[in-house]
């Protein structure tokens, strides 16, 4: 899973008989991702374990999913999830575009949820 973080995805197509999405990217690469387990995994490794589910995330559902088929729970119900959402090409376009800002993005919505110390403490 080589997707490129500062490249831009300009299509998606799924291919059904593989089970298999190509990404083309604006710098005339592309990259083949073939619907499974193993790949799932991968994206969950990729782009959620450093920093994981946030309160403001996008596709919390399918966050969930790609980490339920990481430890094993509930495979065949996730399988069917995630393949659903990623023979979408919107869907799985939206996604992809998300991880790429989603880090910046939770720093930033975690800087709105945190409370200066100065405003905690109380004066008498």
Request: glycine residues 0%.
């Amino acid at each position: 899973m080589e997707y490129p973080i500062d490249t831009e995805i300009n299509n998606i197509i799924y291919n059904n008989d593989l089970k298999k999405i190509t990404i083309y990217y604006e710098n005339n690469n592309n990259e083949d991702i073939i619907l499974n387990i193993e790949n799932y995994i991968k994206i969950f490794d990729k782009w959620f374990i450093d920093v994981p589910m946030f309160l403001s995330d996008k596709f919390k559902t399918i966050i969930k999913s790609l980490n339920f088929i990481k430890i094993n729970k509930e495979i065949d119900k996730n399988l069917i999830i995630l393949d659903d959402f990623f023979s979408n090409t919107d869907n799985c376009k939206k996604f992809f575009d998300y991880t790429k800002i989603r880090n910046q993005k939770i720093i930033d919505d975690k800087k709105k949820w945190s409370v200066a110390p100065d405003i905690l403490s109380t004066t008498k």
